[in-house]
């Protein structure tokens, strides 16, 4: 069985083995076979196909920016294996896109960010080129809205999980050129060769919100998949983890950790994760920590949960008894009262079915540091379409133009525009209820 090279690092990396984990049984599931990826060969061809990507970096940079994206749409074209969908530039959404923008910059007297937020069908099988046209379509709508050369840059994950599909050469390659030109994601930066880690460093996880934080507050362009992955490891990844994070904020026991892990070692499945699981040292000190990974595993339906039904609740969006069990328990460990729980499982049961998370803490943080700071932001969602008719569909753009005392400002575009105000996280709902399935 193929292997993803994961170790206990106890830091927050460590959650990443159990999506690894829930990987590769729905690898074996599906009887794919991926390339076989000796450590021996990695650790010999990965740093010299880092520099080589890192090269191809050097070049697109001092290239003009239309002829960058021009070379982008090319081989987004290719690797969509002659399924494209035609971009229409002039499209009214875009039109009113960018008047907002110049809007926005004319009140601000500074640019506005453009974050593109693309949907994420599965990456295998009939509609995984799609993932390639929703990034193409994405670059050329915020080169449209923006009215000038620009370069946008995708934020994309580069670690071996995210190219398990890939060969040791192109994985190499592809780190070093998508990693660096645009703001790649490592998210298992820590088990990486010395060398490897040297010359792709900057692509660690701990780093991309900061490389995330320069490009946005200098009034760039992004575009990122808003669920941050396919439906199964981002409800895991971003709705479980979000979820988890809430309940412990209004937990009483919010500033009495060694009691919360008291009471979750009185279940027996708690206990068997805290023997058996991935979570190094580092984490098992932390009872928020210890939780999440213990949730984590359970909606993933991993051997040391008793949640082990196949599929998972991960994949199919749907939570099991054996999953709403140690849920509920969670939540009781946290001694939240029975309205509490009752709340707290209206939330999860809405988000839970979704494959696009609402991102909550993502919204949160580009009020916080970038809006915040004056800068306004645009938002421009793309979004795929399957069945009888496959396609791509840019849709209205909604904008952030000022925060005061917690609450957003904006407006969302349409025939007739219309005003918006509430929270960071008021805005993570509405928005993806309105964009995303």
């Known amino acids: 069985m193929y292997t993803y090279p994961t170790t206990p690092t ?9 999506l690894t984990g829930a990987g590769e049984r729905a690898i074996a599931r599906g009887g794919i076979v991926l390339p076989r990826k000796d ?5 010999l061809l990965e740093p010299p196909f880092n520099l080589g990507g890192l090269l191809v970096r050097a070049v697109l940079e001092r290239m003009p920016a239309d002829r960058v994206l021009a070379i982008h749409d090319a081989v987004y074209r290719r690797l969509a294996e002659g399924r494209s969908y035609p971009f229409q530039e002039d499209a ?10 110049q809007r926005l910059a004319e009140a601000a007297g500074r640019e506005c960010a453009l974050v593109g937020l693309v949907s994420h069908p599965p990456v295998l099988g009939e509609m995984g080129h799609l993932n390639f046209e929703l990034v193409r379509h994405a670059g050329l709508a915020l080169r449209a809205v923006r009215g000038r050369p620009c370069r946008p840059r995708n934020v994309v994950a580069v670690d071996p999980f995210a190219l398990d599909t890939a060969g040791l050469v192109a994985e190499g390659l592809y780190v070093g050129f998508m990693g660096l030109y645009h703001l790649g994601l490592d998210r298992l930066a820590f088990v990486r060769s010395a060398l490897s880690a040297r010359i792709v460093g900057e692509t660690a996880w701990p780093r991309v919100v900061w490389r995330l934080d320069r490009r946005l507050a200098d009034g760039g362009e992004v575009v990122m998949a808003v669920s941050g992955g396919v439906p199964e490891t981002a409800r895991m990844l971003y709705t479980m983890r979000e979820w988890i994070a809430g309940q412990r904020h209004l937990s009483p026991l919010r500033d009495a950790p060694v009691e919360v892990l008291r009471r979750l070692r009185a279940y027996k499945d708690f206990r068997h994760f805290e023997a058996e699981g991935p979570l190094g040292s580092g984490l098992r000190r932390s009872a928020g920590r210890m939780l999440e990974g213990w949730l984590m595993s359970v909606v993933a339906g991993h051997p040391w949960s008793a949640a082990t039904q196949e599929p998972s609740s991960a994949e199919t969006g749907c939570l099991f008894p054996a999953a709403r069990e140690a849920l509920e328990n969670g939540l009781c460990a946290l001694d939240l009262s029975s309205e509490q729980r009752v709340e707290a499982w209206a939330v999860l049961d809405e988000e839970w079915s979704r494959e696009t998370p609402f991102r909550r803490r993502f919204f949160r943080y580009l009020a916080g540091r970038i809006l915040e700071r004056g800068r306004p932001v645009l938002f421009v969602p793309v979004v795929h379409r399957w069945g009888q008719r496959p396609g791509i569909v840019v849709r209205e753009a909604w904008s952030w133009q000022a925060q005061s005392s917690g609450r957003i400002s904006g407006r969302v575009l349409g025939d007739v525009p219309r005003t918006w105000q509430g929270t960071a996280d008021e805005f993570a709902v509405e928005f993806g209820r309105a964009n995303y399935i």
Do not use: N
């Open 92 to 101: 009214p959404v875009l039109l009113r896109a960018k008047a907002e923008a």
């Open 39 to 43: 450590p021996w060969a990695r650790s």
């Open 10 to 18: 106890g830091t927050a990396q460590d959650l990443m083995s159990i």
